[in-house]
C-alpha cells in the first residue's frame, strides 16, 4: 500500500470513527481514485450508501468489496443485509452463507442465518442454527449490546424448540418404555432430555479420588443390596432417636458447612457456619462418635448391618442431616466415587426434591435412595417445615474386594504424601 493510500486511509478512519462521514466520504472516494479496488474503501462507502438509503449504490459498491475480499466475513454480511432490504431472499441466502465460508463461527453470520431461516417459518431449523450462535457467544453479561435482542429472542426459541421435541421423543419411545427395566427407562429419558437439548451428560467429578472406568450412575436400585430391608425396617426407631438428640443434644447438631477463614467457599457461601443445614454426626471421616452412637442404639445397629465403606480418613461417615424450611443445598460434587451415599428419609414435609445428574427424586419416608455423589447433585426443602435424612457411606457395588483395597492403598498413599510436603 502506497504512503498516500495509508495516510487516506488513516484520515477517513479517524474522521468516520468520530461520526464525521461527511469529511469520510471524500477521502474514501479518493483512495478509490488511486486504487479501485479497495475493500476498505469499497466497503466503508457501501456503509455509507446504506446509512443513506441509496440502496442500489450500496449494493454495486458491497458486491465489489466482497468480490475484492471474499474472507472478510463482515462485509459480505454487510451484503447480506443490504440484499434483504431490497427483498432478494437469494442472494441474502448467499451473502450470509459467504460469511460463514470466511468464518463458520462468525456470529453476526450464524444469527443473520437464523433470522433468515425464521422468517420462513423454518422454525426448528431456526433453533438449530441459533444453538450454534449460543455456543460460540461469550456469557452473557459480555454479550455484544446491539446482538443482545436477537440472541434473548434465539435462546428462547432454541428452549421452546427443545422443549417440543423433548415431547416428541417422549411420544414416540411411548409403551416401548414397558419393555424396559426402570432404570434401563430412565437412561432413556436422559437420553431424550440430552437429544433435545433439555439436560447435559453429567460426569462424575470427584474432590479426591476418582476411580477411572466406573459407569455414572445416579441412582442404584435398592433391590441390589442385601442389607436394605434391615435397615428400612429400623426407621421409626430412628426417627425417635433422631427426634430425642434434636430435643436433648441439639448441641450435637452442628453446621454441615464450616470453611475457616481464608478459605474460598465458592458455592458454599450463604450455608456456611449456619445452621439452615446441619448435621448430627454418628460417624465421622472414618471415626465413630461413641457419644452419639450411645444415644442412638437403634440407628447404630441398623449401620452394622450395613456395608459401610472404610476408605481411611474419608469414610465411614453417618449422620442425620437437617435442611431448615426454605433452604437449597446448591449443586455440588463428593469427594469419591468409590463409594455411594444413602439417604433414608425421616421428616419429610412436601415440596422437597432431590436431583442427582439428570433425575430428579421425592424422599419418602423408610424408603431408601442410594447414589453416587460424584455426579452432581443438590436439594431443595422449598416446605415451612424441617427435612430430616439419615446419611451413610456404602462400598460401590462395582468394585471388587480387591480394588476396594487398592482405594485404600492409594487413599492412605495420598495423605502420607501430604504429610511428608
Request: hydrophobic share 45%; aromatic share 8%.
Amino acid at each position: 500500500m502506497s504512503e498516500a493510500i495509508k495516510a487516506l486511509v488513516q484520515a477517513a478512519g479517524a474522521a468516520a470513527n468520530q461520526g464525521r462521514w461527511s469529511e469520510a466520504e471524500p477521502l474514501w472516494r479518493k483512495v478509490l481514485a488511486i486504487d479501485p479496488r479497495h475493500p476498505q474503501a469499497l466497503y466503508s462507502l457501501g456503509v455509507h450508501a446504506f446509512k443513506r438509503g441509496q440502496l442500489a449504490e450500496a449494493h454495486g459498491l458491497l458486491q465489489a468489496a466482497h468480490a475484492s475480499a471474499p474472507g472478510e466475513p463482515a462485509v459480505a454480511i454487510s451484503l447480506a443485509v443490504v440484499l434483504r432490504e431490497m427483498g432478494d431472499a437469494a442472494g441474502e441466502l448467499r451473502a450470509i452463507e459467504a460469511s460463514l465460508v470466511a468464518d463458520p463461527y462468525f456470529l453476526p453470520g450464524l444469527l443473520a442465518k437464523a433470522a433468515y431461516l425464521q422468517r420462513l417459518g423454518k422454525l426448528r431449523a431456526a433453533a438449530m442454527v441459533y444453538r450454534n450462535a449460543l455456543k460460540v457467544v461469550p456469557q452473557e453479561t459480555q454479550w455484544p449490546p446491539s446482538l443482545r435482542p436477537q440472541l434473548l429472542q434465539g435462546r428462547e426459541l432454541v428452549e421452546r424448540v427443545g422443549r417440543e421435541m423433548a415431547a416428541f421423543l417422549s411420544e414416540r419411545i411411548g409403551a416401548r418404555a414397558a419393555a424396559l427395566t426402570p432404570s434401563e427407562a430412565e437412561r432413556w429419558r436422559e437420553a431424550g432430555a440430552v437429544l433435545s437439548g433439555q439436560s447435559t451428560v453429567y460426569p462424575s467429578v470427584c474432590s479426591r479420588l476418582q476411580v477411572p472406568r466406573l459407569p455414572a450412575i445416579p441412582f442404584f436400585d435398592r433391590a441390589d443390596f442385601a442389607w436394605v430391608p434391615e435397615v428400612e425396617s429400623r426407621t421409626e426407631a430412628i426417627i425417635a432417636e433422631m427426634r430425642a438428640a434434636m430435643s436433648e443434644d441439639q448441641a450435637g447438631f452442628r453446621p454441615y458447612i464450616a470453611y475457616e477463614a481464608g478459605v474460598p467457599v465458592n458455592q458454599w457461601h450463604e450455608l456456611n457456619h449456619s445452621k439452615r443445614w446441619s448435621s448430627y454426626f454418628l460417624w465421622q471421616h472414618a471415626q465413630p462418635i461413641h457419644e452419639h452412637l450411645a444415644r442412638c442404639p437403634e440407628t447404630a445397629r441398623a449401620l452394622e448391618a450395613v456395608e459401610m465403606a472404610d476408605i481411611g480418613g474419608l469414610c465411614p461417615n453417618a449422620m442425620f442431616s437437617a435442611l431448615a424450611p426454605h433452604t437449597h443445598i446448591p449443586p455440588h460434587h463428593g469427594e469419591t466415587n468409590a463409594r455411594l451415599v444413602v439417604h433414608l428419609p425421616l421428616v419429610v414435609p412436601d415440596h422437597c426434591l432431590y436431583r442427582v445428574g439428570h433425575e430428579r427424586r421425592r424422599w419418602t419416608v423408610g424408603e431408601l435412595l442410594i447414589f453416587d455423589d460424584s455426579i452432581e447433585h443438590e436439594a431443595r426443602n422449598d416446605s415451612d417445615e424441617l427435612r430430616v435424612v439419615l446419611i451413610f457411606d456404602v462400598w460401590n457395588p462395582l468394585l471388587s474386594m480387591a480394588e476396594r483395597d487398592m482405594v485404600r492403598v492409594l487413599s492412605a498413599a495420598s495423605a502420607e504424601f501430604q504429610l511428608q510436603a
